[in-house]
């Protein structure tokens, strides 16, 4: 029996029984021998400097081996580059136990470290802190008159500011026929995947370390990790085998990391520091915002002006941006255009990407704003969008790579049954609920790094793969696992994927919906070198079957290259390597974007989401019914992993509508709710039917596996569509996010 392709079935994930068995290990559960842990104190002020630490109750501990703080800690890199890392924004990095001065409210300033760590924890409580405190800023709205432009790196390069405006757009909107303002505001959020940040640093001597850490990027942390610590980047080897979620915190190397390597090279000792759930709201998080948009059109719905201007926090020392404003102009023509964008520094942690970073915010201002647009023209909201229904992107004038956009809204609206719906807000119901119907539309990057991979036939004629990429619950070893067995025709049980592990070929983080682009099309080109060698090889062996074939005269099937025009004629994997006096065939590629051909084209991925909301006649408790998001994001290696993608982040943007908030009490500059009791996320019972539809979009044009990404573009529509059924339920616009009954009552 010959092997079917892998690629388009849905496979379940290779490493769901080690999961659901316990068996998977992560950061936090490496039990290395003598292993000391670490307990993270944090700042309790704002804002000032620590102008004395008392830590002799805490040293007189049983179990306590050291209290590492400004004062004692060992001496580190000097310069602030060194602390850089591949996702670091503009500005300087913040560097954990570095001097007296708090910059925020949580701050790392002391690690506790004990024999275990119920004691480091206890010690924690017993160091004694005096500050200095100063006046502080954590008010988005009583500084936006500090708005200013956002600074320029290298984690800026996919995060371009607004384009210059187009047209004479003041003149446009204040002539406008329909026209519509509106004001959105989005709390800030922190990153809350199950698995705590940890990390456990195995001191191995001479210099060297083992490092298992939660994050996106193995070989980030061992750049990071060398560069300030003056090691060889040789001997740092970062694992991260498992990753339980991570969202966008994961990107930067985190605190405990740097704190828990500092204190295993310095105690030269085995040492582990893990933070707790409040510790988590201490490091990144989605900023808060506020919008402004100005969109108007003419009497038949074309848009004839879009405005949006986006004013964001950032941290004192560090620029982190989104792109915001200009999302709107990437899907709908308008021919006069003001996008602004804006930074306000405040006395908070440098914001971090967070699943669709910009793209679900904005995203969400834009398309309630388009459905107060469709409200004033008395046109049903479908129809709005598709009378602004653009081939090309009209924000470069450059024709798509691929956009089935178009099959997005139709399916969907198919299948939700769109046609049910009456347009006069509060005119359906069911019993002692309001119905509402609500539809956005989404649309997300695109992206592929650079990602190379070694590919080896083993010893036993087996594929072995390598990529340093981490799989952070996406599916990625699955879908790897797919590609690189269709690439050389073996079945999966036949090949192994080696990742999450900085010694293997270079991968940037997994992040921005970019991995399956990136890793996938780093196999494809090792595979293809793979499979040119092969060849080659067994072309040399002596009597060999294969001595006339060229590359296009075979096919590499079940462990074999057989003749294409006489299948039964085929030399082993095996036989190659015996002849390779029993030696592995390796070959080593890199894959990356065409970014030359690619200059002539529009990168995205689009999808439309419709809601389904019932909200109780008295009480106003807001339940999503049902949902059906259909996406378009070129071909799906794998539609069970892809539409668990899509649907976890369909329940994101419920909990981005209705529950997730971070809120800080501006009086202490603290976030208060540090907790999963009181820190908001969609239970269970918060979901019902979720629906994913992938539409068929062949992109031959955007790389060599025609595939684009699902990590995020399933949140991007989502608390638009909301926001808009709850309109379409109670006639009330609420645009601040999330959504609470009580504003509804
Ligand atoms: Mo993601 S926010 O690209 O980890």
Partial sequence: MSTQPSVGQSISRLEGKLKVTGTAKYAGEYNVPDLLYGYVVNSTITKGKIVSIDTHIAKAIAGVIEVLTHENRPSLAWFDLQYTDMDAPPGVVFKPLYDDEIKYNGQPIALVVARDFETARYASTLVRFEYEEEPFETCLDNNLDKARDAGKGFATLLKPPPPKPTGDFEEAFENAEVKVESEYRHSAEHHNPIELFATTTVYEGDGKLTIYDKTQGTINDQVFIANVFGLHYKDVRVLAPFVGGAFGAGLRPQYQLFLCVMAALHLKRNVRVTLD?????????????????????????????????????????EDYSETLSQWSHKLYPAPNTLFEYKLVPLDVYTPIDMRAPGGSTAMHAIECTMDELAYKLAIDPLELRLRNYSETDPSSEKPYTGKALMECYLKAAEKFGWDKRTPEPGSMTRGNKLVGYGMATGIWDAYQFPARVEAIITKEGKLEVNNAVTDIGTGTLTVMT????????????????????????????????????????????????????????????????????????????????????????????????????????????????????????????????????????????????????????????????????????????????????????????????????????????????????????????????????????????????????????TGKRINKLPIHFDELL
Wanted: glycine residues 8%.
């Fill in 277 to 317: 759930r409040k510790q988590m709201f201490s490091f990144g998080h989605r900023p808060q915002n506020v919008q402004n948009l100005r969109f108007s059109t003419d009497m038949n719905g074309k848009l004839t002006a879009m405005g949006h201007s986006a004013i964001s926090e950032t941290s004192q020392f």
């Fill in 482 to 729: 797919q590609i690189a067995a269709d690439a050389l025709g073996l079945p999966m049980e036949d090949v192994t994927f080696g990742y999450g592990d900085s010694a293997k070929p270079f991968s940037m983080f997994q992040g921005g919906s970019a991995m399956t682009s990136s890793t996938g099309v780093g196999i494809i080109m090792a595979a293809k070198a793979l499979r040119k060698k092969l060849l080659e090889k067994a072309k040399k062996i002596k009597n060999s079957p294969l001595s006339e074939a060229g590359e296009n005269d075979v096919i590499f099937k079940d462990g074999n290259i057989h003749l294409k025009n006489n299948p039964v004629v085929f030399v082993s994997f095996k036989a190659i390597i015996a002849f390779n006096k029993g030696q592995v065939i390796k070959t080593t590629e890199m894959g990356k974007p065409h970014l030359l051909k690619l200059r002539k084209y529009s990168l995205a991925t689009h999808s439309a989401s419709f809601v389904e909301v019932e909200i109780d006649k008295e009480l106003k408790t807001i339940t999503v019914t049902r949902a059906v998001t259909a996406v378009a994001a070129g071909r799906i290696i794998n539609p069970k992993t892809a539409r668990s993608q899509i649907a976890g982040s369909m329940v994101w943007g419920i909990s981005k509508a209705l529950h997730e908030e971070t809120i800080l009490d501006e009086k202490i500059g603290k976030y208060i709710n540090t907790n999963l009791g009181e820190y908001h996320i969609p239970v269970h019972a918060d979901i019902n039917e979720l629906e994913v539809i992938f539409a068929d979009e062949k992109d031959e044009l955007i790389n060599e596996l025609g595939v684009k990404g699902v990590g995020e573009i399933g949140l991007v529509a989502m608390p638009a569509a909301i926001a808009n059924a709850i309109f379409h339920a």
